[in-house]
């Protein structure tokens, strides 16, 4: 029994969707959200690659802070809570939605997202998800594969310090 286990539990523990320990590996795509600035990092190749503005929670308890998973990735999300189809002018997810299992959620809840909405872009304006330009989201999505962490906070630390701290950056 433990010869026929072995090689599944080995697939399973090494597959890329598998959360590789609480922290990312170095040179590895790691996500950093700053809601003292209202900026989203993305870490790759052991240095700070993008650094964009966003919009995050009307309230401090809003988005959720801590280190996630990505765990699911939508081109054209739908917008359930509405129920608007994508495409739809009325959609607040804009383009593509990258969501994270934030307070043991299945990532449809917490995201990173388009808007419908880009003039509030920088503001603490939502229900809990980030949002960013169509354009950046757009832009971003290939970069972010599911598995990668992604840190929330708030902090007036540098991304590269963070980066260096959860093992993002050597």
């Known amino acids: 029994m433990t010869n026929i286990l072995t090689p599944l539990l080995l697939t399973f523990f090494l597959s890329p969707l598998w959360p590789l320990g609480p922290n990312p590996l170095p040179g590895h795509p790691f996500v950093v959200i700053n809601k003292s600035t209202n900026e989203l990092a993305l870490i790759n190749d052991n240095r700070v690659q993008t650094v964009v503005s966003v919009g995050t929670g009307k309230t401090e308890e809003l988005t959720p802070e801590g280190l996630f998973t990505i765990i699911v990735k939508a081109e054209k999300p739908y917008y359930r809570r509405g129920n608007i189809p994508s495409g739809d002018p009325k959609n607040p997810l804009g383009a593509r939605w990258i969501g994270f299992d934030a307070k043991g959620t299945d990532g449809r809840i917490y995201g990173i997202h388009g808007t419908n909405q880009p003039s509030t872009i920088g503001k603490y304006v939502s229900q ?43």
């Open 128 to 170: 809990g998800c980030i949002r960013t330009q169509n354009e950046v989201i757009s832009s971003l999505f290939p970069q972010i594969p599911l598995g990668t962490k992604i840190l929330v906070t708030r902090t007036k630390k540098t991304f590269e310090i963070l980066a260096r701290e959860h093992g993002a950056i050597k």
